[in-house]
């Protein structure tokens, strides 16, 4: 690193307390904020939680519980049977829609993979400005030293390094919440295939096959598969976390 050189022309006030704006990147902050949202992940979760209660439309006493005295009183338990049988003609429809917010959730996560390299560099060039100008400093520490009005060059240099010291953190804060969430949404998927490829079609074999060859054991079966399918809703509705902040850029 060359220690003659300013990073900054110490005459110049205002590209002083501009210091190191070249390294921020205002779109990819915006790009970062909108990958944080998790709304796409908890919209896949709602539509399995509606296929979750389409599938107790053939089982009243199963869409009626969790409704206490008071809710019968209420008529709850009518509204969640009726409910139930106008999501399950929907059966259909509701799988679809489930397929496209699980494609777009597994797109999401391509570019949440691209998007963690890509802050990572930023991250990277703001601590490079940092240092750059702090061992600049560290080498000449009579520069910018004469006294203004209100604070010197050098203070209002190491004011700014200050700022972009907080910038880089929040970006990196950025960064691990884009991992975790990132590792969220490869679980939310993971659970989904599996509700997709093997429970929901087991439940459709026991349930929806021949009422004349149903019988208890086909009944217990499809119970236990709902009840399979029930669990996984309710972990990848454990695995949404409220909406982290974005990283606030401040210059």
Request: glycine fraction near 8%; charge should be negative.
């Amino acid at each position: 690193m060359n220690t003659g050189v300013p990073p900054v022309d110490l005459d110049d006030a205002l590209a002083v307390v501009g210091y190191g704006a070249d390294a921020l990147d205002q779109a990819l902050e915006a790009r970062l904020a909108d990958a944080l949202d998790h709304a796409p992940a908890a919209a896949l979760v709602t539509r399995l939680e509606e296929l979750r209660r389409a599938m107790l439309a053939d089982d009243p006493r199963a869409s009626r519980r969790g409704i206490g005295l008071l809710g019968r009183l209420l008529g709850r338990d009518v509204h969640a049977e009726t409910e139930a049988a106008h999501l399950r003609d929907r059966l259909g429809v509701l799988l679809a829609q489930a397929d496209r917010e699980a494609g777009a959730l597994r797109d999401r996560s391509v570019a949440q993979h691209a998007l963690q390299a890509e802050v990572g560099e930023a991250v990277a060039r703001i601590g490079a400005r940092i240092a750059s100008a702090r061992t600049w400093l560290d080498a000449h520490p009579d520069a910018g030293a004469t006294q203004g009005i209100v604070a010197s060059t050098r203070q209002r240099l190491q004011q700014r390094l200050q700022q972009l010291d907080t910038v880089q953190a929040s970006w990196s804060i950025g960064a691990d919440q884009l991992a975790l969430l990132r590792d969220q949404t490869l679980d939310l998927l993971a659970r989904y295939q599996r509700i997709r490829d093997v429970l929901l079609p087991a439940w459709r074999q026991h349930a929806l096959g021949d009422a004349a060859r149903a019988g208890g054991r086909r009944a217990i079966a499809a119970a236990d598969v709902q009840a399979a399918i029930e669990s996984e809703v309710a972990a990848m509705a454990g695995t949404l976390d409220p909406r982290p902040a974005p990283p606030q850029a401040r210059e």
